[in-house]
């Protein structure tokens, strides 16, 4: 068996952003790339909306996780 699994294949620059929310100031992380909107957990404020690539994010970013 030959393996063909080499790194070929193209990493994505998709994150996971810590971001505190402009209504309530809950800190949670958030994917760069989600795929669908992704809602406060405690107030329900819309944090980030996806788009064809990268997520338009409307929280406070204050630190991007490797
Ligand atoms: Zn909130």
């Known amino acids: 068996m030959t393996d063909s699994f080499e790194k070929s294949i ?3 620059v998709s994150r996971f952003v810590q971001v ?4 309530c100031g809950n800190r949670m992380t958030v994917f760069d ?13 819309v ?9 338009i994010i409307y929280a406070k970013k204050e630190k991007v996780l490797e």
């Open 10 to 12: 193209p990493s994505p």
């Open 20 to 23: 505190v929310c402009n209504e």
């Open 33 to 45: 790339s989600a795929k669908t909107t992704v809602r406060c957990s405690v107030c329900g404020a």
């Open 47 to 55: 944090v980030a909306k996806p788009t064809g690539g990268k997520s």
